[in-house]
């Protein structure tokens, strides 16, 4: 696991809780933590345990995953997967439903690109491996016409 950067974590923190237009103790009630250790977190003083943060990052309304990447929790690697998840879960404009086909097509989509990626030198397999994850996109988008979707996330207008 990669050491803590407390001092990027709080500077971030106070940044979202600003954008949130929240006060210290407004954030550290809804988080259930102290407002002094919430200062202190913020401050680069203290080093906030995973399950902190996901409280922290439920109280902002952003995904925990930022968060961790702040912290040094998650890998540096994983950053742009998980700020591309991110704007989708914090999107306002779209319902909860919505953001969860939307992720479980972007999921798809990576793991054709991936498929793809690991079958280059055989033609044949990757054509498999592009049919196989192409099942899976065509299930996601039947999985959102049945929630009442479109795959663009778009509500069909009803007759």
């Known amino acids: 696991m990669a050491s803590l950067n407390v001092g990027n974590l709080g ?5 979202q809780r600003r954008q949130a237009q929240l006060s210290l103790r407004q ?3 809804a988080a259930g933590v102290s407002n002094p250790y ?18 922290l990052a439920k109280a902002l309304r ?3 995953e930022t968060l961790y990447v702040q912290a040094g929790i998650l890998d540096e690697r994983d950053r742009d997967e998980v700020e591309t ?17 939307l992720l479980q097509i972007y999921d ?10 690991d079958q280059a030198p055989g033609a044949a397999a990757g054509a498999e491996a592009r049919a196989d994850v192409g099942a ?7 999985a959102a016409a049945a929630a009442g979707t479109r795959a663009d996330g778009a509500v069909p207008p009803t007759n």
């Open 38 to 55: 919430l200062s202190q977190i913020e401050r680069g003083l203290r080093k906030p345990s995973a399950d902190i943060l996901q409280q």
């Open 108 to 117: 798809a989509f990576r793991k054709e690109n991936a498929a793809e990626a």
């Open 62 to 64: 952003i995904s925990a």
């Open 27 to 29: 954030l550290a009630d």
């Open 11 to 15: 500077e971030y923190l106070r940044e």
């Open 85 to 101: 998840r991110a704007v989708i879960l914090s999107d306002p404009s779209i319902n909860e439903r919505q953001k969860q086909v």
């Open 136 to 142: 899976d996109a065509d299930a996601d988008v039947d």
